[in-house]
């Protein structure tokens, strides 16, 4: 069983800065690909932000290249999404999610409950 706890999100100004969390057991950080994605209201969920089984690869959407930067901490278990200059089209629920570390794939299979985050001023 994979749990995914996201935390960090908020109400901020636009301009502003945001750090989420995704904190994970140890088996699943060492062992999946993880990532970020976002939902804004009647929108699909798209890709923010990923890094790859190994950690040898990070991913960015174009809409975010630039201000958002994902990164973990191997000592907590936690994956981080720092965003900074942000837009009030940034607004969204955002998303932790994790690949089966079972198996080799790079899909995301799990997923947190979703944190609000929202650009306004």
């Known amino acids: 069983q994979v749990h995914l706890e996201e935390s960090g999100g908020g109400l901020v100004q636009p301009g502003g800065s945001l750090r989420l969390s995704c904190a994970a057991s140890a088996r699943t950080f060492s062992r999946s690909a993880m990532g970020w994605f976002r939902q804004a209201p009647g929108k699909e969920r798209e890709f923010v932000a990923g890094?790859?089984?190994?950690?040898?690869?990070?991913y960015y959407a174009d809409s975010v290249k630039g201000r958002f930067t994902i990164s973990g901490d191997n000592a907590k278990n936690t994956l981080y999404l720092q965003m900074n200059s942000l837009k009030p089209e940034d607004t969204a629920v955002y998303y932790c999610?994790?690949?089966?570390?079972?198996?080799?794939?790079?899909?995301?299979?799990?997923w947190g409950q979703g944190t609000q985050v929202t650009v306004s001023s």
């Open positions: 890094v790859s089984r190994s950690g040898g690869r990070i």
């Open positions: 999610a994790a690949s089966d570390p079972s198996s080799n794939s790079q899909s995301y299979d799990y």
